[in-house]
Structures are given as C-alpha cells and as structure tokens.
C-alpha cells in the first residue's frame, strides 16, 4: 500500500454527486478511527435528525446549513479537523464554507469524488436513499463543470486529492486507508 495522504488539521470538503460515496467513506474513516464521529458534519444527517427523516430539504435547507455552520465553527474553534459531508458541488455555498476556514485561518482541502455517470447512476440504484437518474446527472455535471481541481484551488482551497473508487477497483474501506488525518 502507498504512503497515505496526510490531510492537515483544518476543514475537508467532500465534494461529489449523489451516490458517489461520499458518506460511505466518512463512514469508513470514522470505523477505522481515522477521524472521530464527531469530527463528520452531515447536511443529511443534520436535516433528519432536526426533522425527520423524509423531510423536503427545501423547506428547511436554509435552517440545516445555519446548524452545519455552527457546529463546523465549533469544532474548527477547539482547534480540530471537521470533515464536511454534502455534495459541495457549487461555488456559492463553497464560498460560505471557505468563509468560515479564512476566520480561524486553516487550510481546506477538498476530497474530490468523481465517477464516471454510469457508474453513479448504478450505485445509485444500490442505495436505500434513492436519488433520481436526472438529478444524478446534474449534479455529476455540476461536479464536473464547477467542482474542477483547477477551480476549487482558484477559490482558495489549499489541497484538491482525488477519492479513489469503484472505477479503479477500489471499495471504500480501501479509499478510507488512502488518507491520514492530522486533529
């Protein structure tokens, strides 16, 4: 196995469509005690766990993001690594995410996840959370469009790393041993 990749102490972006694994991989990281499970920041897990499960995010979205924001302030205040769990896919709300890393001057490195369509669109079908082919293919296209390393770095993330999956042979437990975290 290569060297991990040391991730530093401040905020990580997970950025990806639906269905990319995303939250599969924070899962691992936490199972393997890479990062504590309080170190994970979930929009989806704050929204049910606010209210409900099956809720319209849309009516809520904007309550949902202000609790994210506040519960990443605390942990980037104690001096610790957050890892943020949500599509991250458009500038505008990268924008008021990197807005609170520039406050407690940390760095923000985004996790990247980017297969192919096909292979979203299958995995996809594999998850209990069903999400639609259409809304799937929007967002791979807004990750592909706005979410390009060379972009995320023009933002001012500091570090953009790839997140290997089922395209290159890899399951998430194996993605997870790719990364260290320091915090």
């Given at each position: 196995?290569?060297?991990?990749?040391?991730?530093?102490?401040?905020?990580?972006?997970?950025?990806?469509?639906?269905?990319?694994?995303?939250s599969t991989f924070a899962g691992e990281l936490v199972a393997q005690g890479r990062l504590p499970a309080d170190a994970?920041?979930?929009?989806?897990?704050?929204?049910?766990?606010?209210?409900?499960?099956?809720?319209?995010?849309?009516?809520?979205?904007?309550?949902?993001?202000?609790?994210?924001?506040?519960?990443?302030?605390?942990?980037?205040?104690?001096?610790?690594?957050?890892?943020?769990?949500?599509?991250?896919?458009?500038?505008?709300?990268?924008?008021?995410?990197?807005?609170?890393?520039?406050?407690?001057?940390?760095?923000?490195?985004?996790?990247?996840?980017?297969?192919?369509?096909?292979?979203?669109?299958?995995?996809?079908?594999?998850?209990?959370?069903?999400?639609?082919?259409?809304?799937?293919?929007?967002?791979?296209?807004?990750?592909?469009?706005?979410?390009?390393?060379?972009?995320?770095?023009?933002?001012?993330?500091?570090?953009?790393?790839?997140?290997?999956?089922?395209?290159?042979?890899?399951?998430?437990?194996?993605?997870?041993?790719?990364?260290?975290?320091?915090?």
């Open positions: 196995m290569e060297t991990p990749v040391v991730i530093p102490t401040g905020m990580v972006l997970l950025i990806g469509a639906p269905a990319a694994g995303k994970v920041v979930s929009s989806d897990a704050i929204a049910e766990e606010l209210f409900g499960p099956g809720i319209d995010r849309e009516t809520v979205d904007a309550q949902v993001f202000q609790e994210r924001d506040r519960r990443v302030t605390e942990r980037l205040d104690e001096g610790r690594t957050v890892l943020i769990d949500a599509t991250n896919a458009l500038p505008r709300g990268r924008e008021r995410l990197l807005a609170i890393a520039r406050k407690f001057g940390v760095p923000v490195t985004a996790l990247r996840f980017a297969p192919r369509e096909p292979v979203l669109l299958r995995q996809s079908r594999e998850r209990t959370k069903r999400v639609s082919d259409a809304e799937i293919s929007a967002y791979a296209a807004l990750v592909r469009d706005s979410a390009r390393s060379a972009l995320l770095l023009a933002e001012g993330i500091t570090a953009v790393h790839e997140v290997p999956g089922r395209t290159q042979g890899i399951n998430a437990a194996q993605a997870a041993r790719c990364f260290r975290f320091e915090g």
